[in-house]
C-alpha cells in the first residue's frame, strides 16, 4: 500500500504543479489582453524607431585581409636550433593564448599609433568624422594622435578561421578606398613589428644568458664544494641511504615484536596472580584456580583434607561428641591439611609474582631499545635530508649551467638569422558593398523587441496592480470561500437591461439596491439568489440563521449586498430582519425610507422591538433602522442588552442579517462577528486591496469570528480579464409580481411568531 500512496501523493503534487503552472499562464494572457493597447503603442513606437534609426545610418564599409602564422618556418642552423621568431611545435604554437596574444598585438594602441602617424589620420576631418567618398568636415578638425589611434581600433576587428592558422583581419570605414588604404598600411606595420621586436628579444636575452653563465659557474663550484665538506664531516662513504634506513627498520621490528610477545606475557603472568588472590583461604576443597591444581603437591594435600574432613565427620555421624578423643584427633589432622595447603598456596604465589616482576622487567628493557633505535633513526633522517638538499641543489645548479650554456651558444648562432613566421597572405581588396546598416536584421529585431516591449510593460502593469479582481483571486490569495460575484450595478454595465429599460418593460430603479425586487430577472437578481443559495447549502443542516455583512474598506457595496441578499432571501419565503448596525454612516433607512426616530439604539434604550421594526415594502422583508447616532458605538455592541436584542430578533424571524461599518476602519464588525453565526466579508472588484482585505481577516480571525465566505461586487464582466460570460434564463412579464404573491400566500412557520401577529 505504501508505493500505492507515495504514487498517489506524487501525482497530486504534479498535478498542483500543473494546476499553479496553468494559472500564471493565464494571469499573464489576462494581463496581456487587459493591456493590449499598451503593449501595441510600444511595439508600434519601437519598431517606427528602429526604421529612422536604420534609414538614418551612414554606410560603412568593411575592407579585410588575410594574415597566416607560419609555425615551421626555414632551420637552417638544423632542426634543433629554434630561429629568432621560432614558436616550435608543441610549446608556443599548440597554445591558444599565443594566438590571442597576436590578435591583441595586431589591435594594439603601438600598431594603431605607428599607422596614425604615418598616414597622418590625426589631421584626416573625414577619417575623424567617418564621412563617406566626397563628403569633407564642416570645419578642419585635428584631434591628438593617440585618440586618433583610439578611433581607429574601435573599427578594427580580428577574427580567426576555423581549422587554420589564418586570422581575417578587417577595418569598417564609409570610404572604401581609405578602409583598404589604412588596413594594408597597418599589416604591414604588424608584420614589421614583430620581426624587429623578435630581433630586440633575441639580442636581449642573449646578453643576459651571458651574465647568467658566469654567476651559474661561480654556484656550481660552491654546491660541489659544500656537498664534499658535508660528506667528510659526517663520514659519509656512501650514498645508500635507503640501505641503512631499511636495516634500522628492520631492526625496530624485530624489537617490537619481541616486545609485543612480552607485554603478552606480563599479562599472563598478571592474570595468573589475579587469579590466585582469589582463591579462598578457610576451605581448600573450593580451591578452582587450575593454577594450584597443576601442582603435584596441591593435589594429594587436597585428597588428604577431603579425607580427614570424611574421617571427622563419620565419628560426628556416630554420635561421638566435638570432644570425644577420636572426634578431636580427626579435628587436628583436617587442620594440620588445611595449614600445609594454605602454606602451599602462598609458595605458589610468591613463585609467579616473582615470574611477573621478571616479566615487567624484560618488557622495560625492550621498551628502551626501540627508543634507542627510534632515536637513530630520526637522527639517519636529518642526516639524508641535509644530504639530499645539498645534492639536489648541485644537481639543479649543474643541469641549469648545461642548459644557459647551450642556450646561449644557440641563441648567438639563432640571432645571425632574419626570419618572420608571420605573412600577408591576402592583401586588403577596395569594398563594394556595404555592411550597415543591415535593414532586415535591424527590422527583425525592432519588431521582436517591440513584442517584448509591449509584452513587459502590459505585464508590469497587471503586476502593479495589488487588487482583487477575479474570483480566482478570492481563494487563492485570501484562501477564503467565494460565495458569488455580484455585477457592476450601473446602467451602462448591462446592455440587455438597458435595451429592457428602453423598452419599457420596466422601469428604471432609484435605488439600485432594491434591483432584486424590482427586476428578479436581471443578472444582477440571479447573482444574489447565487448568494443566497450558496448560503443556504453551505450548512443545510445548522442554516446560518444570522448572518454579519462587512467589508475590509468604505464604499465597497457591503450595504448593497447586505440588501440584495435579504431581499433574495424574502423572495424564497423566509421572514428576514435586515438590521442595520452601521451607527456611524447609516443607509438602510434611506434605501427603505424607514424612520429614522427608531432603531437599534432606542431598543437598546426603551426595549421595545416591536415598535422600532419597519416592515418594508417587499414581503417577509422587515427592517431595523439604526436609530439616533450615538457617540460610542462600540461600546453599545458589548452590552448584554444588544445580545438579548440579538437572541430575541433570531426567535421571531428566519434571517437575521446585520449591516455593520467596514472591518479595518472601526472595531464593530470585529464584535459583531462573534455573535452571529456566519460573517460575510465584502470586496469590490478593482478597488479592494490583498492587503487590507487580509488584514479584514486577520482581525475577524483573532476575535473567533467564523467567516462563512466572501462575496465579490461591482464586476464589470466586459472588461476584457473575465474570460467568462454569464448567461441568465429570463421570462417576459412581471416576474416581480409573481414572486411577491407566491411569498404572500406561502404559510408561515409556526415556530416564529412575527412582532407583528
Same mark, same amino acid.
Given at each position: 500500500?505504501?508505493p500505492?500512496?507515495?504514487?498517489?501523493?506524487?501525482?497530486?503534487?504534479?498535478?498542483?504543479?500543473?494546476?499553479?503552472?496553468?494559472?500564471?499562464d493565464?494571469?499573464?494572457?489576462?494581463?496581456?489582453? *487587459?493591456?493590449?493597447?499598451?503593449?501595441?503603442?510600444?511595439?508600434?513606437?519601437?519598431?517606427? =524607431?528602429?526604421v529612422?534609426?536604420?534609414?538614418?545610418?551612414?554606410?560603412?564599409?568593411?575592407?579585410?585581409?588575410?594574415? @597566416?602564422?607560419?609555425?615551421?618556418?626555414?632551420?637552417?642552423?638544423?632542426?634543433?636550433?629554434?630561429?629568432?621568431v621560432? +614558436?616550435?611545435?608543441?610549446?608556443?604554437?599548440?597554445?591558444?593564448e599565443?594566438?590571442?596574444?597576436?590578435?591583441?598585438?595586431?589591435?594594439?594602441?603601438?600598431?594603431?599609433?605607428?599607422?596614425?602617424?604615418?598616414?597622418?589620420?590625426?589631421n584626416?576631418?573625414?577619417?575623424?568624422?567617418?564621412?563617406?567618398?566626397?563628403?569633407?568636415?564642416?570645419?578642419?578638425?585635428?584631434?591628438?594622435?593617440?585618440?586618433?589611434?583610439e578611433e581607429? &581600433?574601435?573599427?578594427?576587428?580580428?577574427?580567426?578561421?576555423?581549422?587554420s #592558422?589564418?586570422?581575417?583581419?578587417k577595418?569598417?570605414?564609409a /570610404?572604401?578606398?581609405?578602409?583598404?588604404?589604412?588596413?594594408?598600411?597597418l599589416?604591414?606595420?604588424?608584420?614589421?613589428?614583430?620581426?624587429?621586436?623578435? +630581433?630586440?628579444s633575441?639580442?636581449?636575452?642573449?646578453?643576459?644568458?651571458?651574465?647568467?653563465l658566469?654567476?651559474?659557474?661561480?654556484?656550481?663550484?660552491?654546491?660541489?664544494? $659544500?656537498?664534499h665538506?658535508?660528506?667528510?664531516?659526517?663520514?659519509?662513504?656512501?650514498?645508500a641511504?635507503?640501505?641503512?634506513?631499511?636495516?634500522?627498520?628492520?631492526?625496530m621490528?624485530?624489537?617490537?615484536?619481541?616486545?609485543? #610477545?612480552?607485554?603478552?606475557?606480563?599479562?599472563?603472568?598478571?592474570a595468573?596472580?589475579?587469579v590466585?588472590?582469589?582463591?579462598?583461604?578457610?576451605d581448600?576443597? @573450593?580451591?578452582?584456580?587450575?593454577e594450584?591444581l597443576?601442582?603435584?603437591?596441591?593435589?594429594?594435600l587436597?585428597?588428604q583434607?577431603?579425607?580427614?574432613?570424611?574421617?571427622?565427620?563419620?565419628?560426628?555421624?556416630?554420635?561421638?561428641?566435638?570432644? !570425644?578423643?577420636?572426634?578431636?584427633a580427626?579435628?587436628?589432622?583436617?587442620?594440620?591439611? *588445611?595449614?600445609?595447603?594454605?602454606k602451599?598456596?602462598?609458595n605458589v604465589k610468591r613463585?609467579?609474582?616473582?615470574?611477573?616482576?621478571?616479566?615487567?622487567?624484560?618488557?622495560?628493557?625492550?621498551?628502551g631499545?626501540?627508543?634507542?633505535?627510534?632515536?637513530?633513526? !630520526?637522527?639517519?633522517?636529518? *642526516?639524508?635530508? %641535509?644530504?639530499?638538499?645539498?645534492?639536489?641543489?648541485?644537481d639543479?645548479t %649543474?643541469?641549469?649551467?648545461?642548459?644557459?650554456?647551450?642556450?646561449?651558444k644557440?641563441?648567438?648562432?639563432?640571432?645571425? @638569422? #632574419?626570419?618572420?613566421?608571420v605573412?600577408?597572405?591576402?592583401?586588403?581588396l577596395?569594398?563594394?558593398? =556595404?555592411i550597415?546598416?543591415?535593414?532586415?536584421?535591424?527590422?527583425?529585431?525592432?519588431?521582436?523587441?517591440?513584442?517584448?516591449?509591449? =509584452?513587459?510593460?502590459a505585464?508590469g502593469?497587471? @503586476?502593479?496592480?495589488r487588487?482583487?479582481?477575479?474570483?480566482?483571486d478570492?481563494?487563492?490569495?485570501?484562501?477564503?470561500?467565494?460565495?458569488?460575484?455580484?455585477?457592476?450595478? /450601473?446602467r451602462?454595465?448591462?446592455?440587455?437591461?438597458e435595451?429592457?429599460?428602453?423598452?419599457?418593460?420596466?422601469?428604471?430603479?432609484?435605488?439600485?439596491?432594491?434591483v432584486?425586487h424590482?427586476?428578479?430577472?436581471?443578472?444582477?437578481?440571479?447573482?444574489?439568489?447565487?448568494?443566497?443559495? /450558496?448560503?443556504m447549502?453551505m450548512?443545510?443542516?445548522?442554516?446560518y440563521?444570522?448572518?454579519?455583512?462587512?467589508?475590509?474598506?468604505?464604499?465597497?457595496?457591503?450595504?448593497?449586498v447586505?440588501?440584495?441578499?435579504?431581499?433574495?432571501?424574502?423572495?424564497?419565503?423566509?421572514?428576514?430582519?435586515?438590521?442595520?448596525?452601521?451607527? &456611524?454612516?447609516?443607509r438602510?433607512?434611506?434605501?427603505?425610507?424607514?424612520?429614522?426616530?427608531?432603531?437599534?439604539?432606542?431598543?437598546?434604550?426603551?426595549?421595545?422591538?416591536?415598535?422600532?421594526?419597519?416592515e418594508?415594502?417587499?414581503?417577509?422583508l422587515?427592517?431595523?433602522?439604526?436609530g439616533?447616532?450615538?457617540?460610542?458605538?462600540?461600546?453599545?455592541?458589548?452590552?448584554?442588552?444588544?445580545?438579548?436584542?440579538?437572541?430575541?430578533?433570531?426567535?421571531?424571524?428566519?434571517?437575521?442579517?446585520?449591516?455593520?461599518?467596514?472591518?479595518v476602519a472601526?472595531?464593530d464588525?470585529a464584535?459583531?462577528?462573534?455573535?452571529v453565526?456566519?460573517t460575510?466579508?465584502?470586496?469590490?472588484?478593482?478597488?479592494?486591496?490583498?492587503?487590507?482585505?487580509? !488584514?479584514?481577516?486577520r482581525?475577524?480571525?483573532?476575535?473567533?469570528?467564523h467567516?462563512?465566505g466572501?462575496?465579490?461586487?461591482?464586476?464589470?464582466?466586459?472588461?476584457?480579464?473575465?474570460?467568462?460570460?454569464?448567461?441568465?434564463?429570463?421570462? $417576459?412579464g412581471?416576474?416581480?409580481?409573481?414572486?411577491?404573491?407566491?411569498?404572500?400566500?406561502?404559510?408561515?412557520?409556526?415556530?416564529?411568531?412575527?412582532?407583528?401577529?
Amino acid at each position: 500500500m505504501e508505493p500505492i500512496e507515495n504514487t498517489a501523493l506524487s501525482d497530486r503534487t504534479e498535478a498542483a504543479d500543473a494546476n499553479g503552472r496553468t494559472t500564471q499562464d493565464l494571469l499573464i494572457w489576462q494581463m496581456l489582453r *487587459k493591456y493590449w493597447g499598451t503593449a501595441l503603442i510600444a511595439t508600434v513606437v519601437t519598431i517606427v =524607431a528602429t526604421v529612422f534609426f536604420t534609414l538614418g545610418q551612414t554606410k560603412i564599409y568593411e575592407a579585410h585581409a588575410t594574415v @597566416l602564422f607560419d609555425p615551421t618556418p626555414p632551420r637552417p642552423l638544423g632542426s634543433r636550433v629554434e630561429s629568432v621568431v621560432d +614558436m616550435g611545435s608543441g610549446s608556443f604554437w599548440n597554445n591558444q593564448e599565443f594566438y590571442e596574444t597576436q590578435y591583441n598585438i595586431i589591435k594594439s594602441r603601438r600598431v594603431a599609433l605607428t599607422v596614425v602617424t604615418e598616414l597622418g589620420l590625426q589631421n584626416d576631418g573625414a577619417f575623424l568624422d567617418n564621412l563617406p567618398p566626397g563628403e569633407q568636415p564642416a570645419v578642419n578638425r585635428t584631434k591628438t594622435p593617440e585618440l586618433a589611434a583610439e578611433e581607429l &581600433r574601435k573599427r578594427l576587428s580580428v577574427e580567426p578561421i576555423k581549422d587554420s #592558422r589564418m586570422a581575417s583581419v578587417k577595418l569598417r570605414d564609409a /570610404n572604401p578606398e581609405r578602409a583598404q588604404r589604412i588596413l594594408n598600411v597597418l599589416l604591414e606595420t604588424y608584420v614589421d613589428q614583430n620581426l624587429e621586436e623578435a +630581433m630586440a628579444s633575441t639580442s636581449s636575452a642573449t646578453d643576459w644568458l651571458k651574465s647568467q653563465l658566469d654567476a651559474l659557474k661561480t654556484d656550481l663550484e660552491a654546491s660541489e664544494l $659544500e656537498l664534499h665538506q658535508y660528506k667528510k664531516e659526517n663520514d659519509i662513504m656512501s650514498v645508500a641511504f635507503d640501505d641503512q634506513s631499511s636495516m634500522l627498520a628492520e631492526e625496530m621490528s624485530q624489537i617490537n615484536a619481541e616486545l609485543s #610477545r612480552v607485554r603478552a606475557a606480563q599479562l599472563e603472568a598478571s592474570a595468573r596472580s589475579s587469579v590466585l588472590n582469589s582463591a579462598p583461604s578457610d576451605d581448600p576443597t @573450593l580451591i578452582q584456580a587450575n593454577e594450584l591444581l597443576q601442582s603435584p603437591l596441591m593435589v594429594t594435600l587436597r585428597s588428604q583434607y577431603a579425607e580427614a574432613v570424611r574421617e571427622r565427620d563419620a565419628q560426628i555421624a556416630s554420635g561421638k561428641g566435638k570432644h !570425644h578423643p577420636e572426634v578431636a584427633a580427626a579435628q587436628s589432622r583436617v587442620d594440620a591439611a *588445611k595449614e600445609a595447603i594454605l602454606k602451599e598456596i602462598k609458595n605458589v604465589k610468591r613463585a609467579v609474582n616473582r615470574e611477573a616482576a621478571k616479566v615487567a622487567r624484560h618488557a622495560g628493557g625492550l621498551k628502551g631499545m626501540l627508543e634507542e633505535a627510534k632515536k637513530r633513526a !630520526h637522527e639517519h633522517n636529518l *642526516k639524508e635530508i %641535509e644530504y639530499r638538499r645539498l645534492r639536489r641543489a648541485k644537481d639543479n645548479t %649543474e643541469k641549469l649551467y648545461e642548459l644557459v650554456l647551450e642556450r646561449t651558444k644557440e641563441t648567438d648562432l639563432a640571432q645571425m @638569422l #632574419r626570419i618572420n613566421n608571420v605573412s600577408i597572405v591576402d592583401h586588403p581588396l577596395v569594398p563594394t558593398a =556595404a555592411i550597415s546598416p543591415r535593414v532586415p536584421v535591424n527590422l527583425s529585431v525592432g519588431v521582436l523587441l517591440g513584442l517584448l516591449l509591449g =509584452a513587459a510593460m502590459a505585464i508590469g502593469r497587471g @503586476l502593479m496592480d495589488r487588487t482583487l479582481k477575479l474570483p480566482e483571486d478570492i481563494e487563492h490569495d485570501l484562501g477564503q470561500t467565494l460565495l458569488g460575484v455580484l455585477p457592476k450595478m /450601473n446602467r451602462q454595465a448591462d446592455k440587455k437591461e438597458e435595451k429592457r429599460r428602453r423598452r419599457g418593460r420596466i422601469q428604471p430603479s432609484a435605488n439600485l439596491e432594491l434591483v432584486v425586487h424590482e427586476d428578479p430577472t436581471s443578472s444582477i437578481a440571479e447573482a444574489a439568489r447565487a448568494v443566497r443559495t /450558496n448560503l443556504m447549502f453551505m450548512a443545510p443542516d445548522t442554516p446560518y440563521e444570522r448572518l454579519l455583512v462587512t467589508s475590509a474598506g468604505p464604499s465597497e457595496g457591503k450595504t448593497t449586498v447586505a440588501c440584495c441578499v435579504a431581499i433574495a432571501m424574502a423572495q424564497a419565503g423566509q421572514r428576514v430582519l435586515l438590521i442595520d448596525c452601521d451607527l &456611524r454612516r447609516p443607509r438602510v433607512r434611506r434605501i427603505f425610507h424607514a424612520p429614522s426616530e427608531l432603531g437599534v439604539t432606542t431598543v437598546l434604550l426603551e426595549d421595545n422591538l416591536q415598535e422600532a421594526v419597519f416592515e418594508s415594502e417587499i414581503p417577509n422583508l422587515s427592517i431595523l433602522p439604526s436609530g439616533p447616532v450615538p457617540p460610542n458605538p462600540a461600546e453599545l455592541f458589548h452590552t448584554d442588552r444588544f445580545k438579548s436584542l440579538i437572541e430575541e430578533a433570531s426567535r421571531h424571524y428566519d434571517r437575521v442579517i446585520i449591516d455593520s461599518p467596514p472591518v479595518v476602519a472601526v472595531t464593530d464588525p470585529a464584535i459583531l462577528s462573534t455573535l452571529v453565526d456566519g460573517t460575510l466579508l465584502v470586496v469590490q472588484a478593482h478597488q479592494t486591496r490583498k492587503d487590507v482585505a487580509r !488584514h479584514a481577516l486577520r482581525s475577524l480571525q483573532a476575535v473567533g469570528g467564523h467567516l462563512a465566505g466572501v462575496v465579490l461586487n461591482s464586476v464589470d464582466f466586459s472588461r476584457s480579464e473575465y474570460k467568462y460570460s454569464y448567461y441568465y434564463y429570463q421570462r $417576459e412579464g412581471d416576474y416581480g409580481a409573481e414572486a411577491t404573491r407566491a411569498a404572500a400566500e406561502r404559510p408561515r412557520p409556526s415556530n416564529r411568531p412575527s412582532l407583528r401577529d
